[in-house]
C-alpha cells in the first residue's frame, strides 16, 4: 500500500528526475523511464537505496564542484575506507526549514551541544539555525563527567536560555544535576535530532526542566531535515516540511527532496525508517509523520548508526576469533553499552585479541570512535564461552538487546 503527504509539483519533480537520471552511477537505473520532456508518474519511479546512492558519490561531488553553490561534504556513518557521505548545500536548506520551524528567537542564546567534527553535520547545522534566527549561541560542543559542572557555570553566567543535543545527552546533562543536587540552569527551550527522544529523557525533562519547551527535527543526512515539531506536538510526529515529498511504501518511508539547491539525488530515497501519517495533537490540518523505527539492518547506538554486519566482520578478521555477536545493553537509554563478545579460537590470548579488535573497531568505524571519545565505557569487547541463543529458534543472532538488571 502507498500513501503520500501531497502531490508533488511536476515541475520539480522532473527536476529532480534530470538530476538524478544525469549521473552517470544512477544513468541504467532510470534508462526506462520517460526521457521525452513528459510528464512524468513519481508512483512509477524506481526506490532509490542507500548502497545506490553512495555508489554515486564521485559523480554527485562532482556534479556539486560545477555548480556556483557551495556544499559541505557530510558522514553519515560507515568506515573511514569505505564511509558514507553526503554531499549538503552550505545553506543547508535553514532559510527554507525556518519559514515552518522557528524555535529560537534574536532573545535566545543557545548552548550547541552536538559533537564537532568527524563529518558530522548537527553541530554546524545549529550553529546556523541560530544565526539565521539572529540568536547568541555557545558552541560548545559535547560535554563528559567532571567537565559538566564548570560548564554549567558558564551556561548560568551567560542566562542560557535554549540548549541542542541529542535526548541522551539531554538525559546525561540532568542526570549529572540530580546527582550532585544542583538546579539545571534556567532553560525554556530544548532542541533535539538524532535519535528518538526516549523515556528517560523525557521523564527528567518533566521533573526538572517542567517549563522547557521542546522542539525537533527529523531527516537523515542524505535527506537533511524532512520534518519538525514543537510543544504542542506528539515527539515522536513530525510535520514534513513544504520541499520535502513524504511517501509510505508498506509502511517505508520514501523521500523526495524538490528544493532546487538540493544537490544529492533524493528521488524516492528509502530512509530506513518506517512510519506512518497521523492527526497531531497540535491541531495542524494536515496530518504529520509519525517515525516508528528502523526499517533497515542498520541499529542506531547512542547518536550514531552502525551496522551490526559491519561490525562483526571487522572483528571476525582478527586473528585468534572465532565468532562474534554484539549486545546492545540498555539500549536507548543514557547509559547504553556496546558489547561485542568474542567466541576465541582454542589457545588465543583473550587480552590481547579483545584489545586488538576494540583497536580495529575504533580505527575503522570513525564515527563509533567519536562516541568513544566522550564516553569511553560504551564499547565493551569481552570473551565468553558461548553466545546468547534465541530460545524459541535455538538460533545464534548476529546482535541481541538486553537490559542491565
Known amino acids: 500500500m502507498q500513501t503520500d503527504r501531497t502531490r508533488i509539483d511536476a515541475a520539480a519533480l522532473r527536476r529532480m ?14 534508462a526506462g523511464e520517460r526521457n521525452d520532456g513528459g510528464e512524468l508518474s513519481i508512483e512509477t519511479l524506481p526506490v532509490l537505496t542507500k548502497d545506490e546512492l553512495a555508489g554515486a558519490l564521485d559523480d554527485i561531488v562532482a556534479a556539486a564542484r560545477s555548480r556556483s553553490i557551495g556544499a559541505y561534504l557530510y ?76 560548564w554549567l557555570d558558564v551556561m548560568e553566567r551567560f542566562g542560557v536560555t535554549a540548549l541542542n543535543a541529542t535526548p541522551s545527552q539531554i538525559a546525561h546533562l540532568l542526570e549529572h544535576c540530580e546527582a550532585t543536587g544542583r538546579k539545571p540552569p534556567a532553560i525554556e527551550k530544548l532542541l533535539w535530532t538524532g535519535e528518538a527522544y526516549g523515556d528517560r529523557a523525557a521523564e527528567l525533562t518533566r521533573s526538572m526542566l517542567p517549563g522547557a519547551k521542546i522542539y525537533g527535527c527529523y531527516g537523515s543526512t542524505e535527506t537533511w531535515v524532512i520534518g519538525a515539531n514543537g510543544p504542542d506536538c506528539a515527539l515522536n510526529v513530525f510535520h514534513v516540511m513544504p520541499y520535502q515529498h513524504v511517501e509510505l511504501v508498506d509502511g517505508v518511508v520514501l523521500v523526495t527532496t524538490t528544493d532546487p539547491d538540493c544537490i544529492n539525488p533524493i528521488l524516492r530515497y528509502q530512509v530506513g525508517d ?132
Open 17 to 30: 528526475y534530470e538530476n538524478v537520471s544525469s549521473l552517470p552511477a544512477l544513468r541504467e537505473k532510470y
Open 75 to 150: 558522514g553519515s556513518g560507515g568506515t573511514t575506507s569505505k564511509p558514507k557521505l553526503s554531499v549538503v548545500p552550505t545553506g543547508m536548506f535553514v532559510a527554507a526549514i525556518r519559514r515552518e520551524w522557528q524555535p529560537l528567537s534574536p532573545n535566545d542564546m543557545l548552548v550547541n551541544f552536538y559533537s564537532t567534527g568527524q563529518l558530522w553535520s548537527s553541530h554546524n547545522f545549529f550553529n546556523m539555525l541560530a544565526h539565521e534566527s539572529g540568536a547568541v549561541v555557545l558552541p560548545l560542543g559535547s560535554v563528559e563527567g567532571d567537565e559538566l559542572g564548570e
Open 274 to 405: 518506517r512510519g506512518e501519517f497521523v492527526q497531531c495533537p497540535c491541531g495542524r490540518s494536515e496530518p504529520g509523520l509519525r517515525v516508528l523505527g528502523r526499517a533497515d539492518t542498520q541499529v542506531k547506538f547512542i547518536s550514531v548508526l552502525v551496522a551490526p554486519t559491519e561490525l562483526a566482520n571487522i572483528a571476525r578478521r582478527i586473528t585468534g576469533v572465532r565468532d562474534v555477536q554484539l549486545a546492545f545493553l540498555d539500549h536507548a537509554h543514557p547509559n547504553e553499552t556496546l558489547q561485542v563478545r568474542l567466541l576465541l579460537q582454542p589457545g588465543a590470548d583473550a587480552a590481547a585479541v579483545t584489545g586488538l579488535v576494540r583497536h580495529e573497531l575504533l580505527t575503522e568505524v570513525y564515527r563509533l570512535r567519536a562516541v568513544v571519545d566522550r564516553a569511553p565505557r560504551a564499547l565493551e569487547v569481552i570473551a565468553v564461552d558461548r553466545l546468547a541463543v534465541n530460545a524459541r529458534t535455538r538460533k545464534t543472532p548476529l546482535y541481541v538487546s538486553e537490559m542491565r538488571g
